[in-house]
């Protein structure tokens, strides 16, 4: 395969690199934010974290990211990690025993301040906020649930926090956890080309971005708003706030109300 630098927007990735090789732990990446996450299917990771900016910065050393396998910790010739539920009803439960062998073995892997969050649906929903505190500390230690979720022992023992993607059940923690990872790496400083995107936003200042427009100037009839071309910066950047406003307004009330006690 070639070796030549492939384009993915505004950075570049080399071709040869593949993904999973993003994922060796190396002595020189002692102090970048880390990403452990405990799963079934650690061959899902990196994922689209291998990929553009977020890839770019794994294989930069910015960051980096330690899948735990769980069936390591499974019990027997099989390795089982999950059993039936206590009081009966559908489906399977992660053991305790097993989960809390593979948090054991995080946690002598952490260092510094590394929150281990659960990603569940009964979770505290995850937002911008919690991005940038995840993202000032030193990692995160991420467990995905599967079938019918984890034993609360072990979430009562360790003091685990919930977090949830929103208000839909998927069939594991995956996905989420790449999605917070995913928003976490990119505050991180040096990850986005242009530090001054994640500072206008959407969530940046509690309101929802105004609306983007590019070339060509006129598309199936449709043109860009006379302000934009006008070249005169306080006019532009106040229509933009006043869009972001009207946005919130209609579309988030929640938001809507918080940024206006704040603003009082
Ligand atoms: C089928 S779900 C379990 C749902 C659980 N029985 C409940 O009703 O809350 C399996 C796993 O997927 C993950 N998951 C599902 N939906 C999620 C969401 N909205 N946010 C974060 N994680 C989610 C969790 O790790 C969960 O343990």
Redesign the pocket.
């Known amino acids: 395969m070639s070796d030549t630098p492939k384009s993915h927007g505004r950075k570049s990735i080399r071709a040869s690199l593949q993904p999973r090789d993003l994922m060796e732990d190396r002595a020189d990446l002692a102090r970048a934010w880390t990403a452990q996450v405990i799963t079934l299917f650690p061959d899902a990771f990196p994922g689209l974290l291998g990929e553009s900016l977020t890839g770019k910065a794994l294989k930069d050393g910015i960051w980096q990211l330690r899948p735990i396998d769980l069936r390591r910790f499974g019990e027997g010739k099989h390795r089982n990690v999950d059993d039936t539920p206590a009081g009966g009803g559908a489906g399977m439960v992660l053991r305790p025993d097993v989960v809390g062998a593979a948090i054991e073995s995080a946690r002598e892997m952490s260092r510094g301040r590394m929150p281990i969050l659960?990603?569940?649906?009964?979770?505290r929903p995850f937002d911008q906020a919690m991005a940038r505190d995840l993202a000032a500390c030193d990692g995160v230690t991420l467990l995905?649930?599967?079938?019918?979720?984890?034993d609360q022992r072990v979430l009562d023992h360790y003091e685990i926090q919930e977090?949830?993607?929103?208000?839909?059940?998927?069939?594991?923690?995956e996905i989420?956890a790449q999605a917070l990872i995913d928003a976490c790496v990119r505050l991180r400083p040096g990850v986005l080309g242009n530090e001054a995107s994640a500072v206008e936003e959407s969530f940046s200042d509690g309101l929802l971005e105004h609306p983007q427009y590019t070339r060509p100037a006129e598309w199936q009839g449709r043109t860009i708003p006379e302000v934009l071309l006008s070249g005169h910066h306080a006019r532009i950047a106040d229509w933009r706030r006043a869009q972001s406003e009207e946005l919130t307004r209609e579309r988030r009330p929640d938001l809507w109300k918080a940024y206006k006690a704040r603003r009082g």
Do not use: I, K, N
């Open positions: 659960y990603l569940s649906p009964r979770g995905c649930g599967r079938f019918e979720g984890v977090v949830s993607l929103g208000d839909f059940v998927m069939t594991g923690g989420a």
